[in-house]
């Protein structure tokens, strides 16, 4: 996902609703973000992705994401 902040993610990423086992992999300042999460819950990531898109991102607008999941 793209962060356009400087600082460390994980307090951001604690703060949004919680998905099971959820952490950040790796991220570049101003750049992107990865994260893991081991949940199953479609509609709790949808959730979590939502939040963080209106939060960090500042788009709410869901017809401008383009979001995907990599199953690892």
Do not use: C
């Not at 996902?1 to 570049?28: C, F, H, W």
Request: hydrophobic fraction near 40%; charge should be negative.
């Amino acid at each position: 996902m793209a962060y356009p902040r400087t600082g460390d993610p994980k307090q951001i990423v604690d703060s949004l609703p919680t998905v099971e086992y959820v952490d950040v992999n790796s991220y570049e300042p101003d750049g992107y973000l990865t994260m893991n999460h081991g949940a199953v819950d479609v509609p709790g990531i949808a959730k979590f992705v939502a939040e963080y898109m209106d939060r960090v991102l500042n788009s709410a607008d869901e017809s401008n994401w383009l979001v995907s999941e990599e199953a690892l």
